[in-house]
């Protein structure tokens, strides 16, 4: 075996043209280039892979939420339909319209995902350094023509993008290099940073022209296909991914425990059928669940027993819950096994 021991290898261009595998090294398209979450559609804590019928703000697959100005127009469904993925991908997002719906001005029907602000800082946005970010995703639909999204902030700086589904129930790739926002507040905390928004329908109100950042709230791009429109038509999207740079690479395929530790960093469930349980006999009993991930924030949690007790110094690194009474405390049960999940999501 040899080993070469050096500080640098450079190419004939001081190292800025050398490429792997066609791509040119740098700090952006490497590992943790990608800022969308869970963009291979591969975690579904919530569902387990079933049909789901979303309410405004509700999530469907994890990190993916979705947002509804009217009941029961659309169905979410990991692999709706089964058909097969895009090479490289064994997920997708299935989205399947569940009426014939004549989208009204203040209407908005979408999917989307918000980014957290610690994750998007170093795009410098609202600075004149923002940089160039770019967007590629695979989507198959039963429709044609011209369909349309939304990058946007938690307050009122929006940029509209439209994309063309040429040929129906067909995998195609899509990408649309957006030019970084100088303007407008940015947030680079564990709040709101950024987000993307993948238009199904929407309204006047909520619509945008493409191409340029605009100083308003929008979901969808103008003149836009509805999905919602048909009925039974069918959107599956995958390989969601945002980078940094002017062009799309590859998708930045991660293992799957990172993966799902990365969404449960937002939201976190116990396997059906678990629960975790104190002692019993003492005065007070206490039992704490550590986290696969430490939360955005001090989670919401659910599905759990505490007789003469409560939940009690929860923290983003673990919950904690206690009984009164000699009695058990437990995570994921109460009267009879029950789902128990701690949420932070934004």
């Known amino acids: 075996m040899s080993t070469i021991a050096v500080d640098t290898i450079l190419d004939s261009n001081n190292g800025t043209t050398a490429s792997i595998n066609g791509t040119t090294p740098n700090a952006y398209n490497t590992v943790g280039k990608n800022r969308i979450i869970n963009g291979n559609m591969v975690i579904d ?5 079933a049909s ?15 947002y509804t100005s009217q009941a029961s127009k659309f169905t979410v469904e990991q692999d709706a339909g089964s058909v097969t993925p895009p090479a490289g991908f064994t997920n997708y997002l299935g989205v399947t319209s569940s009426s014939a719906y004549s989208v009204t001005a203040s209407d908005y029907f979408i999917i989307g995902q918000h980014i957290e602000g610690y994750n998007i800082a170093d795009l410098d946005f609202g600075k004149s350094t923002a940089k160039t970010i770019t967007l590629s995703f695979y989507v198959r639909s039963s429709l044609t023509g011209t369909f349309g999204g939304v990058l946007g902030n938690a307050g009122a700086r929006s940029y ?27 947030l680079t905390t564990n709040s709101y940073g950024l987000t993307l928004y993948i238009g199904l329908g929407a309204g006047s109100t909520y619509s945008g022209t493409a191409g340029s950042w605009d100083s308003a709230s929008y979901f969808n791009a103008t003149g836009a296909t509805s999905v ?113 999940s701690a949420d932070a999501e934004l």
């Open 45 to 49: 804590q919530r569902n387990s892979g």
């Open 160 to 186: 509209a993008f439209t994309y063309v589904v040429s040929s129906a129930n067909t995998w195609e790739q899509k990408t649309i290099t957006i030019p970084g926002d100088t303007s407008g507040t940015w």
């Open 52 to 66: 789901v019928t979303p309410t405004n703000g509700s999530y469907t697959l994890d990190r993916w939420i979705s």
């Open 228 to 340: 919602v429109g048909t009925s039974g038509a069918t959107f599956y999207i995958t390989g969601v991914q945002l980078e940094v740079g002017e062009s799309a690479t590859e998708f930045e395929h991660r293992p799957y425990d990172t993966e799902l530790k990365l969404c449960c960093r937002y939201y976190e469930q116990l396997p059906s059928g678990l629960a975790i349980w104190s002692s019993y006999g003492a005065t007070v009993n206490y039992v704490q669940w550590f986290y696969k991930s430490k939360k955005r924030a001090v989670p919401t949690i659910t599905g759990y027993q505490s007789p003469g007790g409560s939940l009690s110094d929860s923290t983003v690194d673990f919950g904690q819950i206690y009984s009164g009474g000699s009695n058990y405390a437990a995570f994921g049960y109460n009267s009879g096994y029950v789902t128990c």
